[in-house]
């Protein structure tokens, strides 16, 4: 199984960003504790970070026969793009939304996702083990 972990706009300055929402753990450290999980389950793992949402559309498509799915961290554009989740169902990978806090519990804006309609389910407010529990969502998906 190959998987893509896109992150989108500030997702870069984990452990700098408001650590009381987003926790002290680096991007860097988030990536490698991730390739780690995957290893030991035999899981190929990419990953892409971009502030930019049109370099994030590129990142979907090209992920078409290449990957087997995609678990997207949107961020901001979890709010306000339509393009994201259009790329997601063109490409038709099954796909998982992650948020590390949990946007329903912030403010009122950030309850709504644009993105939700094209994945499998949401996992949200687990801090960076979503991203562990997206995993392994998608491996008993695709088995």
């Given amino acids: 199984m190959k998987l893509i972990i896109i992150n989108g706009p500030n997702l870069n ?15 860097d450290r988030l990536c490698e ?16 970070q971009s502030n930019h949402e049109g370099d994030l559309i590129d990142k979907i498509q090209q992920a078409y026969g290449v990957y087997d799915g995609i678990i997207i961290n949107p961020s901001a554009y979890t709010h306000t793009s339509i393009g994201l989740p259009d790329a ?12 590390i806090s949990d946007p329903d519990k ?18 949200k ?5 979503g991203y562990l529990r997206a995993i392994d969502y998608l491996a008993d998906y695709l088995k």
């Fill in 88 to 99: 997601i169902k063109a490409v038709k990978i099954p796909a998982i939304e992650v948020h």
């Fill in 106 to 123: 912030r403010e009122p804006y950030r309850k709504t996702s644009f993105v939700r309609s094209a994945c499998l389910t949401v996992i």
């Fill in 125 to 129: 407010g687990l801090g960076t083990d």
């Fill in 33 to 48: 504790r991730i390739r780690e999980y995957c290893s030991v389950r035999s899981i190929c793992v990419d990953f892409y």
């Fill in 13 to 27: 300055m984990l452990g700098i960003r408001e650590p009381d929402i987003y926790g002290t753990e680096s991007y």
